[in-house]
């Protein structure tokens, strides 16, 4: 039995479905999970000996790859001071300041530890400043784990059909109101049968990777902009995933639409737990202390994790790479779609900054609906083609995949001639 195994064995004993998060367990795609034990670069290692290149990337995070000497070293710097005070420090008001002056519409900005509670303290703050209780979100979007989320989300929920779940009161459930992405002709239905007046926000992630990747069409951004300013509802961009990824400033910088509130994950943390959420002055104003809408965090702005945040927006902005990762990206979705050609198999692939995905589809994909008609067994056959050869893609049709500036001219020349003989030999 190899090593992975007999953990996973061990895992499933003592953690629910032996993962602390879903996605990672393959329950959607068969077999078990490879154990992970070290990454450099663009791979990671498991603990039975075997290598891959790694498109997964901690599901975004590590755009500068693993284990980057530089991160690495502020982490160790941070460490010898001391891991957490619960109390202010210098390098949250640094990052504060090289975010607020990088990020559009983020005047002020407040750090949290996750994706999920970013989100969730920018609609409660969306709430408390409009007095309004309802939200709209798009299906297959996905904006972490918060009870008025988990209403037709995208990740895991996507991946295992849930439309809702089980542990959210209906009373809250009900506030949110899902809807189909990048259709503004819903959204405008929605705010006249409910009236516009009852809306405290729309979120939305502006580039959507929880369904896989699928873009906003030209002008949706845009109108849903002007209907929150038309109606006073806050327009919340959940970039926790395309923010450092589809440009520095996210997809409000590469869409030239500004967000009331936008929140952050991922790439903000260089691999450790933050999160953030930041926007207008007026609109963070009502946060305590400040204002009345309550909002904490024992570890939040947590030294550590800031200094690895802090680096790795550095390096980001010094090595100016997104055009580059957006170029890596391109390089190997071409191959995707040449060699899924030649095999007579069906392949849409996308790239937006360091995000790649790929639907086995005849059509662009515009929308979840969209998503879920894409043939399943064609991902199967190469997320299994892929893993034996040493290529580790997300373990689901859902999800986006990721370039780190590690993704060289080799690593990608080995990649694509492992999805060659993928296609080659497994269709
Ligand atoms: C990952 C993700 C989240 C949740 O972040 P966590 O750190 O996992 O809680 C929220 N929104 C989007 C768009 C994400 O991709």
Request: aromatic share 10%; hydrophobic share 40%; proline share 5%.
């Amino acid at each position: 039995m190899s090593k992975s195994t007999e953990l996973v064995k061990r895992a499933e004993f003592v953690i629910p479905g032996g993962v602390n998060s879903p996605v990672r367990a393959y329950r959607s795609v068969g077999g078990n999970p490879p154990f992970i034990c070290r990454g450099e670069g663009a791979r990671i290692f498991d603990v039975d000996g075997n290598s891959y290149i790694d498109f997964v990337c901690s599901w975004g995070p590590l755009i500068h790859g693993h284990n980057h000497p530089k991160i690495k070293g502020a982490i160790v710097r941070a460490l010898e001071d001391g891991t957490s005070f619960g109390a202010p420090t210098e390098i949250e008001v640094e990052f504060a300041e090289l975010l607020t002056g990088i990020l559009p519409g983020v005047e002020m900005i407040r750090f949290v530890s996750s994706g999920t509670e970013a989100t969730m303290s920018a609609l409660r703050l969306a709430r408390g400043a409009t007095g309004r209780d309802r939200v709209i979100k798009f299906d297959g979007c996905y904006h972490g784990h918060a009870d008025s989320f988990l209403v037709q989300a995208g990740s895991g929920v996507a991946t295992f059909g849930i439309a809702g779940s089980p542990g959210v009161p209906n009373s809250l459930a009900e506030l949110t109101i899902s809807l189909p992405y990048n259709s503004l002709e819903s959204v405008e239905a929605s705010l006249g049968e409910f009236g516009a007046e009852t809306f405290a926000a729309i979120i939305v992630e502006p580039v959507a990777g929880n369904m896989g990747l699928v873009l906003p069409e030209a002008g949706f951004l845009e109108g849903l902009r002007k209907l929150c300013d038309i109606h006073g509802i806050v327009l919340i961009f959940d970039e926790v995933m395309s923010g450092f990824r589809v440009a520095v400033g996210g997809a409000a910088e590469r869409f030239s639409v500004t967000p009331d509130l936008a929140t952050y994950g991922k790439v903000i943390g260089g691999g450790l737990p933050v999160g953030a959420f930041g926007g207008k002055k007026e609109l963070m104003s009502f946060l305590a202390p400040m204002g009345p809408v309550y909002q904490a965090g024992t570890l939040s702005g947590n030294p550590l994790a800031m200094a690895a945040g802090k680096a790795s927006i550095e390096l980001l902005l010094e090595d100016k790479s997104i055009t580059r990762l957006e170029t890596q990206g391109r390089l190997l979705t071409d191959a995707l779609n040449k060699f899924a050609a030649e095999s007579g198999i069906e392949i849409v692939s996308t790239v937006c900054g360091g995000m790649f995905g790929f639907f086995f589809s005849g059509d662009r994909v515009k929308s979840f609906a969209d998503a879920k008609e894409s043939n399943q067994e064609n991902f199967l056959r190469f997320f299994h083609g892929a893993l034996k050869r040493g290529l580790y893609f997300p373990p689901s049709a859902y999800e986006a995949c990721f370039m780190s500036s590690c993704h060289d001219k080799l690593v990608l020349e080995e990649a694509i001639s492992t999805i060659a003989s993928i296609f080659r030999e497994d269709f």
